[in-house]
């Protein structure tokens, strides 16, 4: 039995209908834990990788006679400066390098197009008003491990002649500068660009040298394709709709077994243990009053107790609810009226017939007994004390 006149009151009135909601509800949720269970999470996520081409620019050359500083025959590479008289021919070798850096691995199968240019400028007030291109290198280099070379030599001590006398020809006019220049052109096969640089080459009759390094990098991204992880759904999830479905199927079942409960019971029930603090228990005798009113609801005896300042009373023998006051008893029972409250509810035709059963006999109906001049039911001469004497004496 639930402790909870509320409770029983709305199964009273709506136990159909919270069953089956129950039952949906439960249903769902096991459905739903099987599709969880059946149908494990899948993630899509891009894949990318990274390419870096990276250029540079090297500078090397063999020494032609003994001198303080070197021997015939020593290689010099990447040297801050070096002497025109010692190393005339100056040997540049641009370098391409293709790597894919997600894997570590090279790219073998890009393609790679080197230009290299030394170029004279005149210029005047930081303005270039002529110039002179010589073409240097200008070729497409095939890959080898990923790696694109090519390779000049340049005579300096021409371009050191030439330099003069355009010096000389525009003296008192402009400045003339001789820029080294580089330009490599590139297809990794998803991507491509073009990488320039240049520096100033200074020569005079001593020595010659490259103002700034060559070097220049790219890095690229570019998408792969799509990875997919399937991973299982959460358990907690899973476990959760388990348990209400289990415990929803319950409960439905334990509502719809439940005997069917009688709406007004559980009404008054609810109208008892809301009005609680206005109810004693106890016994009312029969005759007490001079007027009974009869009224339909509990909540109205209550009413009535508030307005007089009485108590309720509570008689459970009698199945009655009544407050007296001034000679004015007004109750309230589902007995129906005060007469008829006296006697406790008995089913009489279902007693009769099971003891005609028993007893093969067929039962007798009330009329058919002789209850008149029997004094074992006539009043006493000083009267009963109360409801409790009535009921010793049956």
Request: hydrophobic share 35%; aromatic share 6%.
């Amino acid at each position: 039995m639930i402790d909870s006149p509320r409770l029983e009151l709305l199964l009273a009135r709506h136990g159909r209908t919270i069953a089956i909601a129950l039952v949906a509800v439960g249903v769902l949720a096991l459905l739903a834990s099987g599709w969880a269970v059946a149908n494990p999470a899948t993630t899509t996520t891009p894949q990318y990788a990274e390419e870096r081409v990276s250029s540079d620019v090297d500078t090397s050359t063999v020494v032609v006679q003994d001198g303080t500083l070197w021997n015939e025959g020593d290689r010099l590479e990447n040297s801050e400066v070096y002497l025109l008289n010692d190393s005339p021919e100056l040997t540049v070798e641009p370098t391409t390098r293709l790597q894919n850096e997600t894997d570590g691995t090279p790219i073998e199968d890009g393609d790679v197009h080197h230009e290299l240019t030394l170029r004279f400028e005149a210029t005047r007030n930081d303005a270039t008003f002529w110039n002179e291109t010589h073409t240097l290198i200008d070729e497409s280099t095939s890959l080898e491990n990923g790696v694109a070379s090519s390779e000049t030599t340049v005579d300096v001590e021409s371009y050191r002649d030439r330099q003069q006398q355009l010096e000389a020809e525009l003296s008192g006019v402009g400045s003339v500068d001789l820029v080294l220049e580089f330009r490599t052109e590139y297809d990794t096969g998803t991507t491509g660009n073009v990488q320039t640089a240049s520096t100033p080459f200074r020569v005079t009759d001593d020595a010659y040298w490259l103002e700034e390094s060559l070097s220049v990098s790219d890095e690229h991204t570019h998408r792969t394709g799509l990875e997919e992880t399937t991973e299982s759904r959460s358990l907690a999830m899973i476990a959760g709709l388990s348990l209400v479905g289990t415990l929803s199927l319950a409960a439905g079942a334990v509502v719809a077994r439940r005997a069917p409960i009688d709406e007004e019971a559980a009404r008054r029930a609810v109208h008892e243990r809301r009005y609680a603090e206005w109810i004693s228990r106890g016994s009312i005798p029969m005759w007490i009053g001079d007027y009974h009113v009869s009224l339909d609801t509990l909540e109205d005896v209550v009413d009535v107790a508030i307005d007089t300042n009485e108590r309720v009373v509570h008689d459970e023998q009698r199945g009655l609810f009544a407050v007296v006051t001034d000679g004015v008893v007004y109750y309230y029972s589902d007995r129906g009226r005060w007469e008829e409250t006296a006697w406790p509810e008995m089913n009489l035709s279902d007693q009769s017939t099971t003891a005609a059963d028993a007893d093969g006999d067929v039962p007798i109906s009330p009329d058919d007994l002789d209850l008149e001049g029997s004094a074992e039911f006539d009043d006493p001469e000083d009267g009963f004390d109360g409801d409790e004497d009535v009921w010793k004496k049956l």
